[in-house]
């Protein structure tokens, strides 16, 4: 009997161990799962967290954008371009083909070595481009003196004014380009002396025909005011001083001689300017052979432009 109840109570006791065990065992697959699921939590929060960042970043960097500055287009008026276009082939001039000395031996500076020249016939503005017209085809007005809608542009680099004959070039089946500074020696000396002395001389011919220091008041003037030369251009010598094409070299003329329309050096730092201008005393700096010269992407309140076209 005794050994039977001592054989029931521990089987009684290995039951109870083993429901003990099991409880254990139940408890630490309930914390694991609650530790599962905690991770997933931390795991989904962790994402949202980026999630929610990643939305702000792009909320920040678009309101960036909205309120960063919109570059300024500028537009222009096609049917005003045309009108300047249509005023700028009514003023070209016809150039005959023909020769001269080109440069001045007698000059101070050592840039102007004397050489025969050939230039072919062309088209030859009588008038520097004036506000107006650069305004009408380019949208703002850079010039100095800019209440004087009619007087010559100023204060543009070279590369200004490349932009200025492409975009006119786009909207006409013409071309207009600069001269070369053969080409408004040429022009500038197609009168000869005769047309200088004919004047009364070197000065009395520059207060006929120019604007410069003693009579155009520290301003640009209205083109077209003075007297023209012989072949009907005016200011060539006054009023601004005027971009050409050609890079310049100071020894150029010492490398090439005897051509027919050159082009000057193919590559340099500056580009040609030519004539004198407003801001300029009489005397030596309105003689047609002065080789001036500036930086293409520089600009001054006395540089202007005129425009030439090719003969076909």
């Not at 520059?206 to 200011?235: C, E, F, L, M, R």
């Amino acid at each position: 009997m005794l050994s039977e109840n001592k054989t029931k109570a521990d089987s009684l006791a290995l039951v109870s161990e083993n429901k003990r065990k099991a409880d254990s065992l139940a408890l630490v697959l309930q914390n694991k799962r609650k530790a599962d699921s905690l991770g997933l939590v931390s795991e989904n929060k962790r994402k949202a967290d980026s999630l929610a960042l990643a939305l702000k970043q792009n909320k920040s960097n678009s309101d960036s954008a909205a309120l960063a500055p919109k570059e300024k287009k500028i537009e222009t008026n096609t049917n005003a371009e045309k009108l300047v276009i249509d005023a700028l082939l009514s003023n070209m001039i016809s150039i005959n083909e023909g020769s001269f000395i080109m440069g001045n031996n007698k000059a101070p500076s050592k840039d102007e070595i004397e050489h025969p020249v050939t230039i072919t016939r062309m088209l030859f503005s009588k008038y520097e481009l004036t506000q107006q017209e650069w305004e009408s085809v380019m949208g703002y007005n850079p010039s100095n003196n800019k209440d004087c809608s009619a007087c010559p542009v100023e204060n543009v680099s070279w590369e200004e004014v490349m932009k200025f004959i492409r975009k006119i070039n786009e909207s006409s089946t013409k071309k207009f380009r600069l001269p070369t500074e053969a080409e408004w020696e040429y022009v500038a000396r197609i009168g000869g002396r005769s047309e200088i002395e004919k004047e009364g001389g070197p000065e009395e011919y520059i207060k006929k025909t120019a604007w410069y220091y003693a009579n155009s008041d520290k301003k640009t003037h209205p083109v077209g005011q003075k007297q023209p030369n012989v072949a009907g251009i005016y200011d060539l010598l006054g009023n601004v001083s005027e971009w050409c094409s050609d890079w310049y070299d100071a020894d150029y003329y010492k490398k090439e001689r005897d051509q027919k329309n050159p082009l000057g050096p193919v590559l340099g730092k500056e580009k040609v300017v030519r004539g004198g201008s407003y801001n300029d005393y009489s005397g030596d700096r309105f003689r047609p052979s002065l080789r001036s010269n500036l930086k293409p992407a520089n600009k001054s309140i006395d540089i202007g432009f005129r425009l030439v076209m090719d003969v076909n």
